[in-house]
């Protein structure tokens, strides 16, 4: 996937779509890479392949990916440091994911 932020937006909003769509706290994201430190690290398959092995550039990508769905007005950053998405946009989320993600 590399280092690309709009890879890692899509990536993010297939990510968001499992969860409420109210108030999904950033801080989830970063503390789901800190935990997987150290162990059989099925998180970079999960997230975003290519960032880095440290937690800087982790965070980064996420910030990046954040802000470029907040510049389409996908999702709305919270002033908790949450993100927020429409309900429509979260239904559409859902509905474009392919059958098999839909599996969790």
Same mark, same amino acid.
């Given at each position: 996937?590399?280092?690309?932020? %709009?890879?890692? *937006? ?6 968001? =779509?499992?969860y ?11 503390r ?9 690290n ?10 880095? %092995? ?12 954040? *802000?470029?769905?907040?510049?389409? %007005? ?18 559409? =989320?859902?509905?474009?994911l *392919? ?6």
């Open positions: 996937m590399g280092d690309d932020p %709009s890879q890692h *937006a899509l990536t993010l909003l297939r990510l968001l =779509c499992f409420h769509h109210e108030q999904v706290p950033v801080q989830m994201f970063y789901a890479w800190q935990n997987s430190q150290g162990q059989v099925q998180l970079e398959s999960l997230l975003w392949l290519g960032t880095g %092995s440290e937690f800087p550039d982790f965070r980064r990508a996420v910030q990046a990916a954040i *802000a470029l769905l907040v510049s389409f %007005s996908l999702v709305t950053l919270d002033t908790d440091a949450s993100v927020s998405i429409h309900p429509l946009v979260h239904e559409w =989320c859902r509905e474009r *392919a059958p098999n993600e839909g599996e969790a």
